[in-house]
């Protein structure tokens, strides 16, 4: 079954104390992306990857870090988490089509819900 | 500056009623347009893209204006399985998921 997942689906941890969390996709997508929600802010980008080794910053990089050391797997990796951390945390993956229109279909996770203490 | 605009709701209508959602963008380097759709703290769905003529799916008609920079979406017959917050996604990047942008949503409730 073609599928995004992530682990843990859900994180209660404390300040600074370092933590990880895994995203994978088996649809040979090149581009992955993590995305944080939060209410009345929606959905918002934190890193992507168009392939391996290429990441770049999406709109509220600042606390993460990313790597992409395989086509398939996509970390996000909070290095000293904070209680502004705390959300809802998507990981996404996506191909683009190659007739016109491009569809762009956005693959999601089922969400990773942080808590941070 | 990088923005989607929605009306939050929430709609809250009768099953079989039509009901209309709108969406503004604000960067019109924008690429191509997108509702998605999502349950209670579920992941988000692809609902369907937005084409420049206009395009149907079912109950479901995506309109897309580019000289106005407007986005929208009719449902047709509500259902109570329609009931959903409901997200204008546009990008504004050259390659899929390099610059998604997100509106915040709108909560739709369809009642019997």
């Known amino acids: 079954e073609a599928q995004v997942t992530q682990n843990p689906r859900y994180l209660i941890t404390v300040t600074g104390k370092k933590l990880t969390v895994t995203c994978s996709q088996n649809?040979?997508?090149?581009?992955m992306s993590w995305y944080r929600q939060d209410p009345g802010l929606g959905l918002r980008q934190i890193y992507y990857?168009?392939?391996?080794?290429?990441?770049d910053k999406g709109d509220v990089p600042e606390g993460y870090k990313v790597s992409r050391k395989e086509k398939r797997n996509f970390p996000l990796i909070l290095e000293s988490p904070s209680p502004n951390q705390t959300s809802l945390y998507f990981c996404?993956?996506?191909?683009?089509?190659?007739?016109?229109?491009?569809?762009?279909?956005?693959?999601f996770g089922p969400g990773t819900r942080l808590t941070v203490l | 500056r990088k923005e989607v605009e929605q009306d939050p709701g929430p709609f809250n209508v009768p099953e079989g009623a039509t009901v209309a959602f709108n969406c503004t963008y604000s960067?019109?380097?924008?690429?191509?347009f997108f509702w998605y759709r999502q349950d209670c703290r579920k992941e988000p769905k692809l609902l369907m893209s937005?084409?420049?003529s206009g395009n149907e799916d079912g109950r479901f008609t995506a309109q897309l204006n580019r000289a106005s920079q407007y986005i929208s979406l009719l449902i047709r017959d509500s259902k109570l399985s329609d009931s959903a917050t409901y997200l204008c996604?546009?990008?504004?990047?050259?390659?899929?998921?390099?610059?998604?942008?997100f509106g915040k949503g709108t909560t739709l409730s369809v009642s019997s």
């Open positions: 960067n019109s380097a924008s690429q191509s």
């Open positions: 996604v546009v990008n504004i990047g050259e390659q899929a998921g390099t610059a998604l942008i």
């Open positions: 990857s168009m392939n391996v080794e290429v990441t």
């Open positions: 937005v084409y420049s």
């Open positions: 649809m040979n997508h090149e581009y």
């Open positions: 996404a993956s996506s191909f683009r089509s190659s007739g016109i229109p491009s569809t762009d279909t956005q693959y």
